[in-house]
C-alpha cells in the first residue's frame, strides 16, 4: 500500500479541515487505515482509526471533533477535523496495516504499523 495524504494547512482556533489520505495497493480494503500525528518535541500520537468493517477509534483528544472516514470506491481515507484547537498542530500522517485493527499495534507510536504516508502539515493558530 501507497499513501499519499493532501489537505493540511494552517487555520484560527475553531476553524475546520478535512485530510485525504490516497491509497494505492489492493490490500487497502483489508487493512486498519488510520492517522498518527507528531507535534514538535512530542511523541507520535495515534489520532484516529477505522478497520476494515467501519469500526472507528478515537483518540479522546479528538472524540467529537474529528471524524474518520474510508471510501473503498475511490480509494481514500479522510479525516474531518473540526473545532481545532493549536494543541492540534502538528504533521500528520495516514497509515495503513494489513488485516484487522489491533489496539496494541496502535499503541507505542506505531513502531509496528507497515504503510505511512510523508505526512501534512497542520497549523492552529489562537
Known amino acids: 500500500v501507497q499513501l499519499v495524504e493532501s489537505g493540511g494547512g494552517s487555520v484560527q482556533a475553531g476553524g475546520s479541515l478535512r485530510l485525504s489520505c490516497a491509497a494505492s495497493g489492493h490490500q487497502y480494503v483489508r487493512a486498519c487505515m488510520g492517522w498518527f500525528r507528531q507535534a514538535p518535541g512530542k511523541e507520535r500520537e495515534a489520532v484516529a482509526r477505522i478497520d476494515s468493517d467501519g469500526t472507528t477509534f478515537y483518540a479522546n483528544s479528538v472524540q467529537g471533533r474529528f471524524t474518520i472516514s474510508k471510501d473503498n470506491a475511490i480509494r481514500i481515507l479522510a479525516l474531518q477535523m473540526e473545532n481545532l484547537k493549536p494543541e492540534d498542530t502538528a504533521m500528520y500522517y495516514c497509515?495503513?496495516?494489513?488485516?484487522?485493527?489491533?489496539?496494541?499495534?496502535?499503541?507505542?507510536?506505531?513502531?509496528?504499523?507497515?504503510?505511512w504516508g510523508q505526512g501534512t502539515q497542520v497549523t492552529v493558530s489562537s
Open positions: 497509515v495503513a496495516d494489513p488485516g484487522e485493527c489491533d489496539s496494541a499495534s496502535w499503541s507505542n507510536q506505531g513502531a509496528n504499523l507497515e504503510h
